[in-house]
């Protein structure tokens, strides 16, 4: 893998709405000089293939190439093979597109040959004319498991995809990355970065197994770059998925507030959306420096702006 | 996979001219009657997956889906994953359909759970409807090897897709599966046979390498029905594929009659062309029974009646 230097921006990431922040990133800055690190905490073998979703979904968006509406795939993707595969007797609810497929075919013969995750990660990236570093959090498995209120226990894409995220989550194990290694990289990186984002990103499932790496904690505590998350958050709701579900799963509250409690010891500062403006007290109360922008990334020029305002504000408190 | 009681006629087969032909076997006898032995002297690892060339021609052409312009593969497939490999840097000059990848990603996932490839060929045709029992010739890899003037030494699929077939060949290598087992069922399939038909296919590469297993010839030798081969050779040269330079390649004349003495010592009748019929005399004088008539595969009238026609005359020598 890539032995760059490092680059000033450090960037913590799950997949759509990390995604579009990124997206947003590289406008403001030069693409060059961030790094992203991804969580690995939903990889999954789907018929013989490693699927690294997240990892595929900053790819795909910063390539420009993402399925937007679906908000991950690839644009234009067809599914010949996965029908085939289900004609042929397999369970198909996790639906690779052809493309998509190639993507994860490539990277399990890479692994199979000796390659690491990192290596190939970056591989893949070039290939789609990214430059930004993308980083996995771990080259270790590190399944995150959803528990359901029956005692039901699975990988997170059952939950999320085959399930349909069913709402009686009661908690969610990150054992696996508690004891997983960081990636290679990912702690040179946190710690020579000049600014820390936390992507708005899902904080139980997304930025959670990134933060429950051993040593990224300590990192991000021994970094004297600001530390600023994006609240995922807005009035009261996730702006996808099922955060709902999980941060009541983990006995956090659902809203912006919630979310900067959880990150309080590792953060200096705190963005959140104006429909949650009068949260931003309380998140000041924290210790925390908040402000209250537009979060709602409808365009790439939303997402510009709100990276630029996060950049500001931690340049405001370095 | 089946351990169906044996079927009476039993069938060699490699690609395309025996899977026509065999469409035609099929409306001419009850299909549950055939047993094919198929060629796997042609498979080879592609991009990760088992690739089974002859078994899937067969497979898709009994079960009505073969694309009929190509000869193999499935009709109205797709190319998205194989561009998108292209993309990723891999040599794609063996261009596998996204369904058709399928099939062989299904093949791959199911040796790799440890099931043989008799088993999975078997599940593969039940899943496409295909009545007629299709046996591998060797579930051992033995590889079909093709040596050019210059020294070159390939894999037949190389020879055949990635270098177009050129004509100067001075060898072809069936030490692999000379050295191989027959696949479950074959020796007993031959011995309890009732008719044995060698397909139109080509002699040197697709029925050869079956005939190289051990056991084969004895098996041959051995049984009580009668043996005959249908000619893919018409008016001096093959109907489709590189037989002629493969012939001379080991030194045998591209000739119907040629290929009669390539298989007489294993033969008791052989059916040639109208277009050849002035062979049929020189066939006789090898001992064996022969007759002329259409085998240019047009359509399926014609695979019938030349079926009809192959089993009428295994029964006259009955």
């Given amino acids: 893998m890539s032995t760059a230097a490092p680059t000033p921006i450090v960037a913590l990431a799950g997949g759509v709405g990390a995604a579009r922040f990124l997206r947003g990133l590289v406008r403001a800055v030069d693409p060059r000089d961030v790094t992203a690190i991804i969580n690995t905490g939903d990889d999954r073998r789907f018929y013989g293939v490693h699927v690294s979703p ?35 007797g397999h369970e198909t609810w996790f639906r690779l597109g052809d493309a998509d497929f190639a993507t994860c075919q490539h990277r399990s013969l890479r692994l199979a040959e000796g390659a690491g995750l990192a290596e190939v990660t970056d591989e893949i990236r070039r290939r789609f004319g990214v430059a ?5 959090m771990s080259e270790d498995p590190c399944a995150t498991l959803v528990e359901l209120s029956g005692g039901d226990r699975m990988h997170f894409e059952e939950y999320l995809v085959r399930d349909g995220a069913p709402s009686d989550v009661e908690g969610v194990d990150l054992s696996a990355a508690r004891n997983a290694r960081p990636g290679p990289g990912v702690l040179d990186a946190l710690r020579a970065a000049r600014s820390i984002l936390f992507c708005p990103s899902n904080p139980v499932v997304s930025i959670g197994p990134i933060l429950a790496l051993p040593g990224v904690r300590e990192a ?71 402000i209250a922008v537009d979060t709602l990334m409808r365009d790439g020029d939303v997402a510009e702006r709100l990276a630029r305002d996060a950049l500001e504000l931690a340049d405001s408190l370095r």
């Fill in 220 to 290: 991000l505590r021994e970094s004297t770059a600001p530390v600023i998350a994006i609240s995922p958050i807005v009035a009261g709701a996730p702006v996808k998925g099922p955060a709902d579900s999980l941060l009541r799963g983990i006995g956090a509250e659902v809203s912006a507030r919630g979310v900067a409690r959880l990150y309080r010891e590792l953060i200096d500062g705190f963005v959140l959306d104006t429909r949650d403006r009068e949260e931003a007290s309380d998140v000041a109360a924290l210790g925390l420096r908040c």
């Fill in 132 to 136: 930004t570093r993308l980083l996995p």
């Fill in 54 to 88: 997240d990892i595929d979904i900053v790819t795909y968006t910063l390539a420009g190439r993402v399925d937007r509406q679906r908000g991950f795939g690839l644009a234009d993707d067809t599914f010949a093979l996965i029908d085939a595969l289900a004609a042929l």
